[in-house]
């Protein structure tokens, strides 16, 4: 993730990757940005795993208890993270680095944006949740209060793990290659 960090970064400040930290074609930078954005992405994804092994250790060492609430919120935050990513590490991957390269000519525009979409969205609840963390899980115990619910509050973060993937695809409902009866057309 460092070496991908300073790989996008001196890209753009070399002028280099005007589009700063976008995906969002036909906007185009130099490979190394979507390669060292490549390296961020899919190196998050140790982290993911990392803290979803944490709990599966800690569910082994306490069979039959239910996992700590903090705990339980930070994974469904994870799995928001590893789900969403999918869609951008796939466009990166596939389409914008080959691209950059010019091994491809053009890339699919509306499918760049769909997959890009379905990560960007997703991406405002994996930043918002720690905030719903301290809410449901840490300013109890500061401030010496109870949670209502231990068990509505799981379900809250299962409902929002399960309707945030696909609430961004709004954004393309001002898209030109996708027409008001659903239709889509290449753009390239």
Partial sequence: ??????????????????????????????????????????????????????????????????????????????AMWFIASLGVATSVLVQFIPWSLGYAATINVLLSRTLFWYFGHPLVYFWLLPAYMAWYAILPKIIGGK?????????????????????GFHHQLTEPGIDQHGNSSKLS
């Fill in 147 to 167: 949670l209502f619910s231990d068990s509505l509050a799981r379900m809250a973060f299962i409902l929002l793990l399960l309707f945030s993937i696909p609430v």
């Fill in 1 to 78: 993730m460092l070496v991908g960090t300073i790989m996008a970064a001196i890209t753009i400040l070399v002028g280099q990757a005007n589009v700063l930290y976008t995906f969002y074609a036909p906007l185009r930078a130099h490979p190394a940005f979507y390669v060292g954005l490549a390296l961020v992405i899919v190196g998050s994804w140790i982290a993911v795993f990392v803290n979803f092994r944490q709990l599966y250790v800690w569910k082994k060492a306490n069979p039959g208890q239910k996992s700590p609430l903090l705990a339980f919120m930070v994974t469904i935050n994870m």
